[in-house]
């Protein structure tokens, strides 16, 4: 068949696979775009409008130190322009490790003998939670490995669990999975236990390097994951999260796989991805990949930006697998949440277990094991506004990055005031002195911005409500 860059070789239906590795290598194979369509794309996308897949593969290809710069500059100004400086904090919970799956990558393989396994009790989950809450967390993931065990069924009945517990102003307001992909009817069993996003990563979207990663247990099948989320959508499930796991194959190909799965997602469903993961692969117990593909730091930014660019109005989740140096510098180019505080092994967050007990516990090692404390502190010193807000999910405003983007005002009338309600519960609540003085500032500096705008009387009120105890005040 001809290559034809305006047009995809599959065409999109519902819940039917959608990627041509020799469509996204071909469009990898066009000539290094010049200066000025560089700043062409740039300039779409600062004009609010997703980037195809050939304007996508331009920004890939433009390699000189000067273009680089370019596609940085347009994806920080485009975050500032777009998402201002919010950054929306939330931690993982880890809730069993059992797997039948062997992924090479991953410490749960069902062939790694080392692994303790461990599924939480229902009284552990409330532990876990009640240590998380006590840290000033609202914002949870709930982690899982794949097995029977872990069935819909399942999973809803831990969401309801976490959601139920309540220790003193401490709630957790949002719960995102990421789990094996379900059948539609689990998706929807799901759903009703009130999730917020269900991610899957497709880890890569090149269907023979999946064979290699994948031989065994039912993620060997690459179509079936791929599809897992046209479910989601068929159930109900309307934010769902993508991810591609970084070091598996070559990274200018998975970000092209990123950018095809969000185009089929808007073409049948009619809305994108509510966030995009890009994980680089971390070192795990019985760790087993060749390091060809692995993608240093300063591609790593490089794979940020032209993400922020490409697909402007969808969320960018960065975690705590990438160091402290690392989180901050990449985070003026895109990234919309970070998870503060993560402990990856199981059962940890109540119980503080020794190095040994350690190792053999966690799916991979960590490489910013901060208290949230520590991350938000962080965050003040650099101009951020830490965000605990669940305000869109709660309201039924789902596609809410879209409406971020989308909608004149919306930013100033929801989410900074949103933000701001809910760094001023966490002062109130769980900071320490030195970090309440540096918060109440950055508050009134973000208070500035919405000067002469209507809500901003009302926020005040909210505000004061909050100091004399009152919570969960949102817009
Ligand atoms: N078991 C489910 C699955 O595989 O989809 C969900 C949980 S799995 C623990 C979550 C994600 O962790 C995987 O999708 C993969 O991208 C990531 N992961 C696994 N091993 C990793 C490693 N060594 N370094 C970084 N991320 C890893
Ligand atoms: Fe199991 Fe998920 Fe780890 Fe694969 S990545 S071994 S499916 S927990």
Redesign the pocket.
């Given at each position: 068949m001809k290559f034809n860059p305006e047009k995809c070789a599959i065409a999109d239906e519902r819940m039917k696979p959608f990627i041509d590795a020799d469509e996204l290598w071909g469009h990898l194979q066009q000539p290094k775009p010049d200066a000025a369509r560089v700043r062409q794309i740039i300039a779409k996308s600062l004009n609010k409008e997703r980037l195809t897949l050939a304007e996508t593969a331009a920004l890939i290809l433009a390699d000189e130190p000067e273009l680089i710069e370019e596609i940085k500059n347009g994806a920080r100004e485009l975050k500032k322009k777009v998402y201002g400086n919010r950054i929306v904090l939330f931690a993982p919970l880890?809730i069993g490790?059992h797997?039948i799956?062997n992924?090479k990558?991953?410490?749960?393989k069902a062939s790694n003998k080392f692994a303790v396994r461990r599924t939480l009790t229902d009284e552990e989950i409330i532990k876990e939670t009640e240590a998380l809450e006590d840290n000033g967390q609202k914002r949870l993931i709930l982690?899982?490995?794949?097995h029977p065990k872990y069935s819909p069924e399942y999973i809803a009945h831990t969401v309801r669990l976490v959601y139920g517990v309540k220790k003193g102003n401490g709630e957790i307001r949002r719960v995102n999975i990421?789990?094996?992909?379900l059948e539609i009817e689990g998706f929807r069993t799901v759903k009703e236990a009130g999730i917020g996003t269900f991610?899957?990563?497709q880890?890569t979207y090149h269907p023979e390097a999946y064979k290699l990663y994948h031989p065994s247990g039912p993620?060997k099948n690459f179509e079936y994951?791929l599809t897992s989320l046209d479910r989601a959508q068929e159930a109900g499930v309307d934010d769902v999260g993508i991810?591609?796991?970084f070091?598996l194959y070559d990274w200018r190909f998975e970000v092209m796989g990123l950018v095809r799965h969000t185009n089929h997602l808007e073409a049948v469903y009619n809305v994108g991805p509510h966030t995009i993961?890009f994980?680089?692969?971390?070192?795990?117990s019985e760790?087993d990949?060749d390091p060809k593909y692995e993608v240093n730091d300063d591609d790593f930014v490089r794979i940020i930006a032209i993400l922020r660019l490409a697909v402007p109005y969808t969320g960018m989740i960065l975690t705590a697998?990438e160091t402290q140096r690392v989180r901050t510098e990449v985070m003026q180019f895109g990234v919309s949440q970070i998870d503060g505080g993560t402990k990856l092994e199981i059962g940890s967050y109540s119980d503080s277990l020794n190095e040994e007990q350690n190792l053999n516990r966690e799916?991979?090692?960590i490489n910013d094991p901060r208290s949230l404390g520590d991350v938000v502190d962080e965050l003040l010193d650099h101009g951020y506004l830490p965000s605990f807000c669940t305000a869109c999910y709660r309201k039924g405003r789902t596609g809410e990055h879209f409406m971020e983007f989308s909608v004149p005002g919306f930013i100033k009338r929801f989410c900074t005031p949103n933000a701001i309600l809910t760094l001023a519960e966490y002062l109130e609540d769980y900071a320490k002195p030195e970090v309440v003085t540096k918060g109440w500032k950055v508050i009134e500096e973000n208070k500035k911005e919405l000067s002469g705008f209507d809500r901003l009387e009302e926020l005040n009120q909210r505000i004061e409500r909050i100091k004399k105890g009152e919570r969960d005040l949102y817009f």
């Open positions: 880890y490790n797997c799956n992924c990558y991953c410490g749960f982690v899982y490995g794949e990421n789990a094996a992909p991610q899957v990563f880890e993620k994951r991810g591609a796991l070091g993961s994980p680089r692969i971390k070192d795990a760790f990949i697998r799916q991979f090692k």
